[in-house]
């Protein structure tokens, strides 16, 4: 039997399969889950999808985000990667720092950042040529937050827009309009550490610097226009 990470993962996509929208395949996704605990007789049926969704979110906003650029008119030009398929000189140069352990003065070690995901510009020729934009995978915000503190702003330094991609509720309310989430710290850092803020919704979102995860696309363009 699959592990519950992937079993849920495996059963978003069978249900984006059937109502064709990534949000609504979501919720839906959340339903199943609970059903799956009930029918099993677990005393609290969310157990799995508390211990679970955080990791089934990640895997399967990448595996979206990949698609979405994969079947645009961006798919000569721009390529995303999941970090572990990123070449090697990459991951160890421009997404990465040096740093010195303390009392070293000669040898520095190599810290990577280990974004999610990165999407590259292409050249005439398919090879890479630069890194427009990096993306953070986290179902929750403060999860995430504290990991990408240093690194959204040395490689916004180098000119590469750094985003996140989440199902965070604040955020998600802050995006609708509800100004009381204005005050709020995770939006307040969220607004001050990302380029962009990608939410997993269906609905219309009207504030500054979020959008759908649909949205990348545009995005991509707009960026790559000002490469």
């Not at 059937?18 to 609504?24: D, K, P, R, T």
């Not at 000119?159 to 939006?187: D, M, N, Q, W």
Request: hydrophobic letters at 40%; charged letters at 25%; a neutral charge.
């Amino acid at each position: 039997m699959q592990p519950i990470t992937q079993q849920l993962v495996t059963r978003f996509w069978e249900l984006y399969g059937e109502v064709g929208n990534y949000a609504h395949a979501w919720e839906a996704l959340k339903q199943w889950s609970l059903e799956q605990g009930r029918a099993r007789g677990l005393q609290q049926p969310g157990q799995g999808w508390n211990s679970a969704s955080g990791g089934a979110f990640e895997e399967i906003s990448q595996r979206i985000v990949i698609e979405e650029v994969t079947k645009s008119d961006l798919s000569k030009v721009i390529q995303v990667r999941r970090w572990n398929n990123i070449p090697i000189e990459l991951r160890t140069g421009i997404l990465s720092d040096l740093v010195w352990p303390r009392g070293e003065i000669r040898e520095p070690e190599t810290a990577e950042s280990q974004v999610d995901l990165a999407a590259f510009a292409l050249d005439e020729t398919g090879e890479i040529k630069g890194v427009i934009s990096v993306y953070s995978c986290k179902s929750s915000a403060r999860e995430r937050y504290q990991q990408d503190l240093y690194w959204a702003e040395r490689l916004r330094g180098r000119g590469i827009k750094f985003c996140f991609i989440t199902a965070e509720p604040v955020l998600l309310r802050y995006g609708l309009g509800y100004h009381a989430t204005r005050t709020s710290k995770t939006v307040k850092l969220g607004r001050a550490l990302y380029d962009r803020i990608y939410l997993l919704t269906s609905e219309t979102l009207v504030a500054e610097s979020v959008s759908t995860i649909e949205g990348v696309v545009p995005d991509l363009k707009l960026w790559l226009a000002a490469y």
